[in-house]
């Protein structure tokens, strides 16, 4: 009996001290043992299963929210105050048993290697007890630059990646051992071993742009916008063989919201700003320099002309043109023209209320003489 009090439940149970648990306990121990299974002389021996009224979920059960595996993590525990004492607390290692709610104030996840998770009597208590109930499984965020406990007990490697975090000269290409200090998640480093290394050099900028997007997303715990920019990149490079106006619609929200939350609030934005002006500069280099070769193309959507059968492979790149350049319809660059080509003081004037941006007045501005050449 005393072996099974000691795993109760598969060590997941332990028994309360509330007055109820008291007298239930009183029945099932009762010390007038039976000689025989039938022996009801002294005892009901049925009451002796009534320390399972006794028992109650405490364990708390750490796990990896990243990648799904149970972790170490450090816990404090605060008591409440009470005539015998006051402001006491200790510190462990969860997995562990937590004493009863009854007598807690507060339970800190701390530590370095993972974010905190605080709970409070009075705030988020109800959370604890349900997460108690329910297998006691308590997700927990682990920080960029630090491995759990079990691949990394003496923090060894949480050092190394602290000198990679403070060198940003050597992350053009990130060797997946070097990852490894940064984080344990599988995805991560298969990434790093399949596109961060390559001995091409006609591949040497892919490599190093990939490497850069890692370092980031890693250094900056936002692994999960890894797969955002890399279809952003994609998007950008097929852009001269399978432009779609979708995706490019899509990037330019990207850039307008950017713009819009700016510095907002002093946080840090989820895409890196150098990112964002170098997506935005890698399309208006390839919308420029289709822009040079179809002139003819522009000048006929201007005059609201049929498009010849030759341009229809242009037709995808035009409307990618169009949208990324916010170009006004033919009906409203006639109407511009009324009076002549107008110049750049008058055509902000008359673009005003449209919000446009110099470079996109300047456009409509070739465009327009081209016109009226």
């Given at each position: 009996m005393?072996?099974?009090?000691?795993?109760?439940?598969?060590?997941?149970?332990?028994?309360?001290?509330?007055?109820?648990a008291v007298a239930a306990?009183?029945?099932?121990?009762?010390?007038?043992?039976?000689?025989?299974?039938?022996?009801?002389?002294?005892?009901?021996?049925?009451?002796r299963h009534l320390y399972v009224l006794a028992a109650e979920p405490r364990i708390l059960l750490p796990r990896n929210v990243d990648t799904g595996i149970r972790c170490y993590v450090p816990v404090e525990i605060y008591f409440k105050d009470t005539l015998a004492y006051k402001g006491k607390s200790f510190e462990t290692m969860a997995p562990c048993m937590l004493p009863e709610l009854d007598?807690?104030?507060?339970?800190?996840?701390?530590?370095?290697?993972?974010?905190?998770?605080?709970?409070?009597?009075?705030?988020?208590?109800?959370k604890l007890k349900s997460i108690?109930?329910?297998?006691?499984?308590?997700?927990?965020?682990?920080?960029?630059g630090h491995l759990s406990?079990?691949?990394?007990?003496?923090?060894?490697?949480?050092?190394l990646a602290k000198s990679l975090t403070s060198d940003e000269s050597g992350h053009k290409q990130l060797k997946p051992e070097a990852i490894k200090s940064f984080s344990s998640d599988r995805r991560v480093l298969s990434f790093a071993e399949h596109f961060c290394s390559s001995a091409n050099d006609q591949e040497y900028d892919l490599v190093s742009?990939?490497?850069?997007?890692?370092?980031?997303?890693?250094?900056?715990?936002?692994?999960?916008i890894l797969a955002t920019l890399t279809e952003i990149d994609k998007v950008i490079r097929g852009l001269r063989h399978t432009p779609l106006s979708v995706d490019l619609w899509q990037m330019k929200i990207i850039w307008v919201y950017y713009q819009s939350v700016k510095e907002c609030h002093g946080k840090k934005q989820l895409i890196n700003r150098e990112f964002l002006v170098s997506m935005k500069n890698r399309?208006?280099?390839?919308?420029?320099?289709?822009?040079?070769?179809?002139?003819?193309?522009?000048?006929?959507?201007?005059?609201?002309?049929?498009?010849?059968?030759?341009?229809?492979?242009?037709?995808?790149?035009?409307s990618a043109f169009l949208n990324w350049y916010d170009i006004p319809s033919p009906a409203c660059l006639a109407q511009m023209c009324l009076q002549g080509t107008p110049s750049f003081p008058v055509l902000c004037t008359q673009l005003q209320q449209k919000r446009l941006s110099a470079g996109t007045i300047l456009k409509i501005m070739t465009l327009l003489q081209a016109v009226g050449s």
């Open positions: 005393a072996l099974g009090l000691l795993y109760l439940g598969g060590g997941r149970y332990t028994l309360s001290t509330k007055p109820e306990m009183l029945c099932a121990f009762f010390p007038m043992f039976p000689n025989h299974s039938n022996d009801n002389r002294f005892h009901l021996q049925a009451f007598q807690l104030e507060k339970v800190l996840i701390k530590g370095p290697r993972y974010w905190p998770v605080k709970f409070t009597l009075g705030k988020n208590w109800d108690l109930d329910n297998s006691g499984t308590l997700y927990v965020k682990q920080r960029a406990y079990a691949k990394d007990p003496k923090g060894y490697k949480s050092l742009l990939l490497s850069s997007i890692l370092y980031e997303c890693v250094t900056q715990e936002k692994t999960n399309v208006e280099v390839v919308l420029d320099e289709w822009q040079k070769g179809s002139s003819s193309l522009l000048v006929n959507y201007a005059k609201d002309e049929k498009l010849a059968a030759r341009h229809c492979g242009s037709h995808q790149l035009l």
